[in-house]
């Protein structure tokens, strides 16, 4: 079992304009702001259903809880 940090995600669909946010997952101790911005992308444009090029990433928060992950 290793520990992750959560982060909260937010995006803007270039098409609609509509703003969401998404959790993500990364490493204990990895800087969020180092994650690679195109598996970011990649991430969020698979959830949001759309191409790579309607996600515009706004910005990052990390939760101050650790979740587990077998």
């Given at each position: 079992?290793?520990?992750?940090?959560?982060?909260?995600?937010?995006?803007?669909?270039?098409?609609?304009?509509?703003?969401?946010?998404?959790?993500?997952?990364?490493?204990?101790?990895?800087?969020?702001?180092?994650?690679?911005?195109?598996d970011?992308?990649?991430?969020?444009?698979?959830?949001?259903?759309?191409?790579?090029?309607?996600?515009?990433?706004?910005?990052?928060w990390?939760?101050?809880?650790m979740?587990?992950?077998?």
């Amino acid at each position: 079992m290793s520990e992750n940090v959560e982060v909260l995600v937010s995006f803007r669909l270039r098409a609609t304009g509509k703003v969401s946010g998404c959790p993500v997952v990364i490493p204990a101790g990895v800087d969020p702001h180092l994650v690679q911005t195109s598996d970011v992308i990649a991430c969020l444009a698979g959830v949001a259903g759309v191409a790579l090029e309607e996600i515009e990433l706004l910005d990052l928060w990390t939760k101050t809880h650790m979740v587990e992950n077998s």
